[in-house]
């Protein structure tokens, strides 16, 4: 009998908190016919081994995903995720949008734009 992990139960907890109904978990639940592993890894490390460490909290966190969603280039599923992850956990338009213009000289102007561009829909749905 297999007990579930400290990770598993933390990151199924995160999970719900950050993206409960929105893209993330749409994110996860669609790798479960074509890799569950990597939908596993994604619950066990990524959320409840990284996110719950100590020394940042989850908004600070968040707003870093972000930049780094951006500075990728090619990661606008991700980005939606964790721009609404943001706004669930009290981040203002105002700090999304900033996070991203701070990228203009890191990221180059067609990752700004085309992010600004979901977030427009991300706060439009919000």
């Keep these: 009998m297999q007990t579930e992990s400290i990770y598993r139960r933390r990151g199924l907890e995160l999970l719900e908190q950050l993206h409960g109904g929105h893209a993330g978990a749409a994110m996860v639940a669609e790798m479960q016919d074509v890799c569950p592993a990597f939908a596993d890894m994604t619950i066990d490390w990524a959320i409840g081994a990284i996110m719950d460490r100590p020394g940042l909290d989850l908004l600070t966190r968040e707003l870093v995903l972000i930049a780094s969603c951006v500075?990728?280039?090619h990661a606008m599923p991700q980005l939606r995720a964790h721009a609404q992850a943001?706004?669930?956990l009290g981040a203002s338009q105002e700090q999304i949008v900033e996070t991203v213009l701070q990228l203009?000289?890191?990221a180059g102007g067609?990752?700004?734009r085309n992010s600004l561009v979901v977030l427009k829909e991300v706060f439009q749905q919000a």
């Design 71 to 73: 500075t990728m280039g």
């Design 110 to 112: 067609p990752a700004v």
């Design 86 to 88: 943001a706004l669930k």
């Design 104 to 106: 203009t000289f890191y």
